[in-house]
């Protein structure tokens, strides 16, 4: 288990220490790299909801760019946020020229921009950029940034001008400067390939099988150091590519979970393919998954789309497709010929289904429902955040996310009971939270999800772990 539920922006701080900025779980801390201590500083649930990345001005303050809210923060060295502009559309790439500070936009027609902390409007320094993300000066004294969209690197003077286009790799999500002047250009491909550009314009592909590369910070030494969203962790990287895991890679939610699958928010875990899987459910070879963008998809196949915030999947008994359609507040079937059939309405965020033979029972904010004729018929009530569902032996299963346990529902008599508690759960994960990024929708909300192992244990998936609890006997 990793102490990071993804890793996103890196930058070392005026202390020596490794900040790392986690957007899934809003957090931010700074890593002690010879000694391993980690200290949270800018905890969960501050104003800072999903820091992507980060920067560190001349006088010591952290700039945070917070995607999904579009804001952008500074952290004085006493720790003050203070808000620098909420003006930025899905801010990414942020970095500082002495105290001048850029930061540019992650969506389709973005633009790099100069901000004030002090006050004063934005400066436009160039538009049209397709997803922009980590950037940084270069020894030319020139802004080096990712197209991430069209595969582009370029460069443009801080005060503006016409852009340069650098180089071109497969989708470039960082640009870094080495202390011997050396261009990395990070991608986010299952190898995890950099390519190293000399001063001289010498190029070196390295691969260090980092699934899901994100950032890099280079020390005093020359050392660096890469990031990883969708596996987590820090990794040192030397010069023919191998890496030292620092801190361990983990799962970044985990979410939706099977007898034998989890899904792990970017992908189904184990695989190397970013997928943004939120629900999982498999039946016989086939795997079932839905997507914070609203897609439902079988084997990859896309079965849905449009959907508003999919969370929780199950296949009925006759092979059709239920799902709990958050956004929406109802739960839909999708039959063989990919029609698309409401089954209740009038919910509130449900967000995990379940069958007992032909019986669906729905989780939502004010409890567990099973669905009568198209009306959801109250099984339990007065629940804490009440999220992952499964039924075993006549009995539905339900975490209890705001109590932190797993309670027990007999089908037969109504009787509820503790199954397990004191669960590692976070209450916080009850919260959906909108990626408002302009030309890019989506929903990242994370759930505890909850499954029976074949062995007839329960599974149970919540912050970056899945614990196995034994059946009683």
Request: charged content about 25%.
């Amino acid at each position: 288990m990793s102490p990071f539920r993804g890793t996103n922006g890196i930058a070392f701080g005026p202390d020596g220490r490794l900040h790392v900025a986690e957007y899934l779980s809003g957090r931010i801390s700074a890593l002690d790299l010879t000694t391993g201590e980690i200290e949270v500083i800018v905890p969960v649930g501050s104003v800072v909801q999903s820091p992507d990345d980060l920067a560190f001005g001349a006088d010591g303050s952290m700039y945070i760019a917070d995607l999904a809210p579009g804001r952008v923060w500074r952290r004085d060295p006493l720790g003050e946020l203070t808000l620098v502009s909420d003006e930025v559309k899905a801010p990414n790439g942020i970095t500082c020229v002495g105290n001048r500070l850029f930061v540019n936009e992650m969506r389709p027609g973005g633009r790099l921009l100069e901000l004030f902390p002090d006050g004063g409007e934005p400066v436009v320094l160039t538009d049209g950029l397709p997803l922009g993300n980590a950037m940084q000066l270069g020894p030319d004294g020139l802004l080096y940034y990712p197209h991430m969209l069209t595969g582009e690197v370029h460069r443009i003077s801080p005060d503006g001008g016409t852009p340069e286009l650098v180089a071109e790799v497969r989708s470039p999500v960082a640009v870094r400067f080495d202390r011997e002047g050396a261009l990395l250009i990070l991608t986010t491909g299952a190898d995890g390939e950099i390519t190293r550009i000399s001063p001289t314009g010498q190029r070196q592909l390295l691969t260090t099988g980092v699934f899901g590369l994100d950032n890099a910070a280079v020390d005093d030494d020359n050392r660096v150091y890469v990031s990883s969203f969708a596996s987590g962790g820090i990794a040192e990287l030397f010069p023919d590519g191998r890496i030292r895991q620092i801190v361990p890679q983990g799962l970044v939610g985990p979410y939706g979970v099977t007898g034998v699958h989890v899904a792990d928010h970017y992908r189904v875990a184990g695989d190397r393919k970013v997928s943004f899987t939120h629900g999982v459910a498999a039946d016989q070879e086939r795997l079932h998954t839905t997507s914070q963008y609203g897609e439902v998809r079988t084997d990859g196949k896309v079965r849905a789309k449009g959907l508003s915030c999919p969370l929780g999947i199950a296949v009925r008994d006759d092979g059709v497709l239920v799902v709990a359609e958050t956004g929406a507040g109802r739960v839909i079937a999708i039959d063989a010929d990919d029609t698309i059939t409401v089954l209740a309405e009038g919910l509130h965020e449900p967000v995990d289904v379940a069958f007992d033979g032909q019986r669906c029972y729905v989780s939502d904010e004010h409890g567990v429902h099973r669905i009568d004729d198209g009306r959801p018929v109250p099984i339990a009530e007065g629940l804490a955040a009440p999220q992952g569902l499964a039924v075993r032996d006549g009995e539905l299963f339900v975490v209890e996310v705001g109590r932190r346990r797993v309670l027990a529902v007999d089908l037969t008599t109504g009787e509820i009971r503790t199954e397990a508690e004191d669960l590692a759960l976070s209450p916080l994960e009850t919260v959906p939270r909108a990626l408002h990024v302009h030309g890019m929708p989506g929903c990242p909300r994370g759930f505890a999800g909850l499954a029976v192992a074949p062995d007839g244990a329960l599974l149970v998936s919540g912050d970056g772990e899945v614990v196995r609890l034994r059946p009683r006997t």
